[in-house]
C-alpha cells in the first residue's frame, strides 16, 4: 500500500470554526490531491498541488484553501466550516499526472 | 472527458470470475481507461489501466475492445473480499491536474 496517512481519521465540529486536514506521504510522490465523497455526487476534486508551493483548484474548491511547505505534508483548510462541508475527504498522491494516483483512507468530517 | 457507463449492481459466486462492464463510446485515442475499486469506508484503490491492448497484473485482467469502445475488468478468482464498488474512470494520457472523475460505479457482492 502508497504511504499515505491521513489526519485527524475523524473530527466533529461546529459550524463557523476552523478545521485544518493534513496529508502526509512517504513516497515522495510530486503530485497530491484533496477529494470529498458524498452520497450522490461520487468524488469531487477540491484542490491538487504539483510541488511544494504549487497548488492549483479543483472543481469544488469554494471555501477550502491548502497549503504545500514540504514534499511530504498537503494541508486542507476549511476557513469556516459550514454544514454543507461535512464530508468524507481523501488524499491521494501521484508522481505524475499519467501515473495512478493511490488514495489515503480518508477523514470523516461532520460539521454541526 | 469521455463518460462511461457500468451497470449499478451485480452478484457473482465466490470463487468464480466476476466480468465488470463497462462503456465509454466516445473515449477519444489519446484517453486511457483506469479500473478503481471502494470497499466499504476505505480509500479507492487502484487496480489497474490500460490504452489499447488487454492488460494483466495481480488483481486482475483488463480485456478492451478493438474499437475501445468498451472494456470490461476481470477479477478471475473472486473472494469476499472483493466486494466492493468498481469505478471504470477514462483519463487523457496527458491529464493537466491529473483529475479523475468518478461514475457511480458497479457495486459488485461476492456471496459464498
Known amino acids: 500500500d502508497a504511504g499515505i496517512t491521513q489526519s485527524p481519521r475523524h473530527k466533529v465540529t461546529e459550524t463557523g470554526t476552523p478545521v485544518t486536514l493534513r496529508c502526509h506521504q512517504t513516497?515522495?510522490?510530486?503530485?497530491m490531491y484533496w477529494y470529498r465523497q458524498d452520497p450522490g455526487h461520487g468524488l469531487r476534486l477540491i484542490h491538487y498541488s504539483y510541488g511544494v508551493k504549487d497548488t492549483d483548484k479543483g472543481e469544488v474548491s469554494d471555501g477550502y484553501s491548502v497549503s504545500r511547505s514540504k514534499t511530504e505534508d498537503f494541508l486542507l483548510t476549511l476557513e469556516s466550516a459550514t454544514s454543507s462541508q461535512t464530508s468524507v475527504y481523501f488524499c491521494?498522491?501521484?508522481?505524475?499526472?499519467?501515473?495512478?494516483?493511490?488514495f489515503g483512507d480518508g477523514t470523516r468530517l461532520s460539521i454541526l | 472527458d469521455a463518460k462511461t457507463t457500468q451497470p449499478p449492481s451485480m452478484d457473482c459466486a465466490e470463487g468464480r470470475a466476476a466480468n465488470l462492464p463497462c462503456n465509454h463510446s466516445?473515449?477519444?485515442?489519446?484517453?486511457?481507461v483506469y479500473w478503481y475499486r471502494q470497499i466499504h469506508s476505505q480509500g479507492p484503490q487502484y487496480i489497474i489501466h490500460?490504452?489499447?491492448n488487454n492488460e494483466t497484473n495481480e488483481m486482475a485482467s483488463l480485456i478492451i475492445t478493438e474499437d475501445r469502445k468498451s472494456s470490461t475488468l476481470i477479477l478471475p478468482h473472486a473472494t469476499l473480499r472483493d466486494t466492493a464498488v468498481y469505478y471504470c474512470i477514462v483519463r487523457p494520457i496527458y491529464n493537466q491536474g491529473g483529475k479523475l472523475i468518478f461514475g457511480q460505479g458497479t457495486e459488485l457482492s461476492v456471496k459464498p
Open positions: 491521494a498522491i501521484s508522481e505524475s499526472t499519467s501515473q495512478p494516483q493511490h
Open positions: 513516497e515522495n510522490h510530486r503530485y
Open positions: 490500460g490504452l489499447k
Open positions: 466516445t473515449i477519444s485515442g489519446n484517453e486511457y
